[in-house]
């Protein structure tokens, strides 16, 4: 909530680590690192520290919230439901393989592991989250703005930059946008 404090609001796995950094700082890495690691000693908080960068876990997660989050919200279902919904399959799939296109085109597209594995990813996530209700839902109910604009939108607006195709997202990010707009819920 403020800028020193956690709030661990859902159940699910938390992975710390350190960005690749343009610029080399001596001490960032050993303080960061020192901050870390306390983060992962709190009581109840189940978390990994990963020693190399966290760009490829930033896509699996990128991943994740971009099939789950828009699907609960639109459907008003728990994480653990969207694996129930007609379709499920080829939505999860579409975005996987729309966010790896995309990140073949930018820098360090290394990072970004392959479709399959964004969408196994996804599948862990609904099953570790299943009880879970998305940050996008309790946005969507509690009538605040939703994160679609820098999770779907971000994959379609980049997309648009990088010459890559992202119709599945796009449509995913076009129907919260809609659903936001009127007061009483989906259409």
Known sequence: ??????????????????????????????????????????????????DQDVEQRLWLKLAANCVINPLTALHRCL?????????????????????????????????????????QFVHSTVQETSHNQSSMLQDVVAKRTTEIQVLNAWVTRQGKVHGVNTPRNSELARRVTELTQFSDGPR
């Open 79 to 119: 994480n653990g439901h969207v694996f129930d919904l007609p379709g499920f399959g080829a939505v999860a799939h579409d975005v996987c393989a729309e966010i790896h296109d995309l990140a073949a085109t930018l820098p360090g597209s290394s990072a970004c592991p392959p479709p399959d594995d964004l969408l």
């Open 1 to 50: 909530e403020g800028a020193v404090e956690v709030v661990h609001a859902g159940m699910g796995s938390t992975t710390l680590g350190l960005p690749r950094s343009p610029v080399p700082c001596s001490w960032a890495p050993v303080q960061l690192g020192a901050t870390a690691a306390n983060i992962s000693r709190a009581p109840g908080l189940e978390s990994t520290i990963v």
